[in-house]
């Protein structure tokens, strides 16, 4: 998986090129990470790559033609079917769903707005797509660029353990993660439940599949409106309530 990022701010991504998942996914070869800052392709003395809107308003644009030069330069290093994607607030928002669904893809070029943004040009003539990391403004792209590649890059096989270790995770079956639990036995008086210590694997699972539901109810019950319920899940769901109301 081949990474072209488009930012004026290139040092801000050795918080992953030299840590952690990504890192990891370089040193073996099955990640890499080219960064092409836009100052490099101006033609003033000071490097200039934003200016004042057109028809008035506050903050500066970047600019069209140092954003164009460098996706044309980075896309030169890459193979056919590149997606080019554009870190936007006005972006679909990402999630496990659509990052599953793009962990597919091999070759991709990040381009990293700042100020209020790039000139609408540079999207209409050279982005496949915008995406969101949230409804909320980052002071630059930079921060949603390493989110959506780090998340994409624990996708890939074998890298962060196995398929399992992924598919338990928050999102990857539309439900939250059931609560987890370590050593030791009791954190200021409060035990581990006592399933967890049974052994019995069967028994674990349920209970885990009815603690992820009732998370994902108390926390997030807007995602058990989309997803369509078993009817084990829905009566487990159901003794969850129970459950709580009792407390």
Known sequence: MHFNIISIFPKMFDAIIKYGIVSRAIKKNIISIKIWNPRDYTYDKYHTIDDRPYGGGSGMLMKAEPLLIAIEHAKKTTQINTKIIYLSPQGKPLNQKSVSKLSKISNFILICGRYKGIDERVIHSSVDEEWSIGDYITTGGELPAMIFIDTLSRLIP???????????????????????????????????????????????????????????????????????LSEEQKTLLSEFKKDWNKK
């Open 158 to 228: 074998n890298l962060i353990g196995k398929k399992i270790y992924i598919e338990e995770d928050s999102f990857c079956n539309g439900l939250l993660d059931c609560p987890q639990y370590t050593r030791p036995n009791f954190i200021k008086g409060i035990p581990v439940p006592k399933i967890l210590l049974s052994g019995h694997h069967l028994k674990i699972k349920k209970w885990k599949l009815k603690q992820s539901l009732g998370a994902t109810w108390l926390k997030r019950p807007d995602l058990l409106k989309v997803i369509k």
